[in-house]
Structures are given as structure tokens and as C-alpha cells.
């Protein structure tokens, strides 16, 4: 039974690998989903989430350590874990950040360092420098390559920002034995827009290298100070979204949930403190 088990979770992954615009977001499996309305994180700028857009790291200028848990489709072996710890400076604003996708048999890793610059008063540019790893078998080992990631932040005017990002736009890839492991390459546009102080919007438009434009959308709505609820959709077919925020003190603690027809449902959960 065991052998059996582990079987289906080599298909399931298999099938995620090549069926990418299935996954519950359109990066690599070590890359854990944000906090923002379906995952339309490019211009989301009340949290900086590791492996998103670094530019972020700029808006937010505030020290910050969190924690990240995302579970696809209900099976523990398809899940992401990752902590980030950002740190503003005078100079450059940093963020390191470390993931891990996967289970016993076969997982993905991602560690990766940022830096992000506010170059005027409304525009931040950022870089970011990832190491990418996967376990194939205990033969084989580990095999990784270093990718890159690029964002952008603009704030048009006060409550309208537009943000860019590329992860791995090298399409870098990892060698092993005689085969390629693809890692996805993602180039990702969107806007976000303050109606009021209370409701914000948010679009994005995906772009996976061979596979079609994916489109999202969300709204973020506080109802009182300190607590949120998001909702969005993307995809097709449509994947709807539903999540919750609230700030206590210094903690952030953020929870979201999406569903898939085909694939069931995928949640999760970051916890942040803000020094």
C-alpha cells in the first residue's frame, strides 16, 4: 500500500509539472501563494511575500519575520512551506527568503536573497538571486541552478500602483543524468486601486512561457481596523478565491482559500510579525 501511495503522488506531481495552468498559481511548486485576492500579488503592497515581487520589499519599509504554509488539493505531500525575513536600510531594502515543496521521496527547494531600491519618490526597482533545487532519488541527489527574479513598483498617484515582475525571465533550468527540469518562467503585469481607504481592486494578467495569458482578479475590503476579507477569482476554468486578514498588535496573520473543479480545494496561512 505503501508503494501504491507513493505511486499516485509521483503521477500527481508529474501531472502538476506538465498541466501548469492547473496549479494554484503560475510559479514553481516551491513558491508559496501570497496573501493578496487570488494570488494577484504583483502590486500588493501591504505585505512583501518570499519569491513574489521583490520591489514590494521598498513599499513596505518595515522589519518584518513570517511564516508560510500552503496545502494543494488537500495532500500533504503537495504542500509548500517557507520563512522570510525582510529588512529596510538606508541604502538598499533586503529580503532573504527560504521554501520547500514536496515530501520524503521528491521535494523542490528555494532560497533566494533580494534587493530592492526606491529610485524616486513613486518607483522602486528590484532584483533577486534564488538557488533551485530538487531531490529526485537517493542516487541521484540533489540537483539546482541558480535563477533570477526582476520587479517593479509604480505608483501612478496616491491609491493607483502598477507592478511588474520575472521570475526565472533567463528560463533557466536544472540538468540531471541526461534529462531537463524545466522551472517555469513567469512574466506577471498588474495594477492595484484604492475605490477607498477601506476597498482596494486588483488585476493581473500571467504570462508562462508556451502556455496562454492567465488573468486575475480580487478585491480587499477592511471592515474594521485591523481585520480584512479578500475575494477574487482567475483562470479558466475559473478558480475562485475567499480569504481573511487581521493585524493584532504587531502580528499579521492571513488565511485564503481557493477551488478547483478538477483538483479540489487548496488552502493557506502566513504569520507575520512586524518589528
Known amino acids: 500500500m505503501k508503494h501504491v501511495t507513493y505511486f499516485s503522488i509521483r503521477i500527481t506531481v508529474l501531472f502538476l509539472f506538465f498541466v501548469p495552468h ?9 513558491v508559496v501563494a501570497s ?37 494543494r488539493y488537500s495532500i500533504k505531500e503537495l504542500s509548500t512551506g ?22 520524503e521521496d521528491y521535494h523542490e527547494l528555494c532560497s533566494g536573497i533580494a534587493f530592492s531600491r526606491r529610485l524616486a519618490k513613486r518607483f522602486s526597482l528590484a532584483v533577486q538571486v534564488n538557488y533551485y533545487a530538487a531531490y529526485f532519488s537517493p542516487s ?36 540531471y543524468a541526461e534529462s531537463q527540469k524545466p522551472i517555469p518562467a513567469v512574466f506577471a503585469l498588474g495594477s492595484s486601486y484604492a475605490f477607498s ?26 471592515f474594521v481596523a485591523g481585520f480584512y476579507f479578500r475575494t477574487g ?6 478558480v475562485p478565491s475567499l480569504g481573511t486578514g487581521f493585524m493584532l498588535n504587531k502580528w499579521r496573520i492571513d488565511l485564503q482559500f481557493e477551488r478547483q473543479s478538477l483538483l479540489g480545494i487548496s488552502s493557506s496561512c502566513s504569520l507575520q510579525y512586524i518589528f
Do not use: C
Open 197 to 222: 481607504p477601506e476597498l482596494h481592486g486588483f488585476f493581473q494578467l500571467d504570462k508562462e512561457i508556451n502556455h496562454p495569458i492567465q488573468w486575475r482578479f480580487g478585491a480587499e475590503y477592511q
Open 140 to 175: 541521484l541527489g540533489y540537483k539546482g541552478n541558480i535563477i533570477a527574479q526582476v520587479g517593479l513598483l509604480s505608483e501612478i498617484k496616491q491609491g493607483w500602483v502598477i507592478g511588474f515582475h520575472a521570475f526565472n525571465p533567463a528560463q533557466t533550468a536544472i540538468n
Open 35 to 71: 496573501a493578496a485576492p487570488a494570488n494577484a500579488s504583483v502590486a500588493y503592497t501591504k505585505t512583501w511575500t518570499a519569491f513574489h515581487n521583490p520591489a514590494v520589499l521598498s513599499a513596505r519599509q518595515s522589519k518584518a519575520v513570517a511564516l508560510q504554509y500552503q496545502n
Open 233 to 238: 477569482f482567475y483562470g479558466n476554468p475559473l
Open 22 to 30: 492547473l496549479w494554484a498559481q503560475n510559479e514553481a511548486l516551491a
Open 82 to 103: 517557507a520563512m522570510s525575513f525582510s529588512l529596510p536600510t538606508k541604502a538598499v531594502d533586503i529580503g532573504v527568503a527560504f521554501s520547500y515543496f514536496g515530501y
